[in-house]
């Protein structure tokens, strides 16, 4: 006889449990072997009952899933994360494919995907909610670098002549003194050991401050 994927369910709403449990006890392969209201109960019911999979809701006090995936994967590392969310915010899904979750779900899914869900991550694959966003699973862009050390407020100024403004209106917009806009842009050109308004407008691009298509290359 096939052994029964054994499961622990955390999250600080009762309601949301009982639910849940009442779901997965119809299942014959899958056993509920505990309950958790926050991350340090889900932390103690894994180290205590090396169930298969946690379904860890993201947001609990105390101890939020997130912070509990880490321990976790200490005290029970076979254990598979299952995340629980009511929001596909793309910051949590990709915390938490770096935390090493298995899979994240929207509290939104029809009951037969969550089993689903949990049967895929039990053979060891991964499971995400169809509607999360493709965007989500991917690595966050990386802050551009700046290996010429500019300041915040040149960088602003950078970003304007790049876009093809006058220094009148990029002084404008940052509520600065046009002079104080020329002195950011020959510090600028300092740094670099010169260059004229294409030049600066091609280091935008290269840092990232603006796209190719919407910069517009202003005369020296």
Known sequence: MKEKIRIVIADDHALVRDGIRA???LE???EIVAE?????QAIEK???FQPDILMLDISMP???GLEAAEQIHIVSPDSRILFLSMHDNPEYVRAAVKSGASGFLLKDIGASDMVKAIETISQGDYYFSKNISVDALKPAKEKPENPFNLTE???EVLRGIALGKANKEIAGDLGIGVRTVESHRQRMREKLGGGNAAQLTHMAMELGLVDKSTSSTLAP
């Open 23 to 25: 779901r997965l006890e």
């Open 153 to 155: 407020r040149e960088i």
């Open 36 to 40: 958790a209201e926050d991350g340090f």
């Open 46 to 48: 894994a180290r205590d």
């Open 28 to 30: 014959e392969t899958i």
């Open 62 to 64: 105390n101890c939020n």
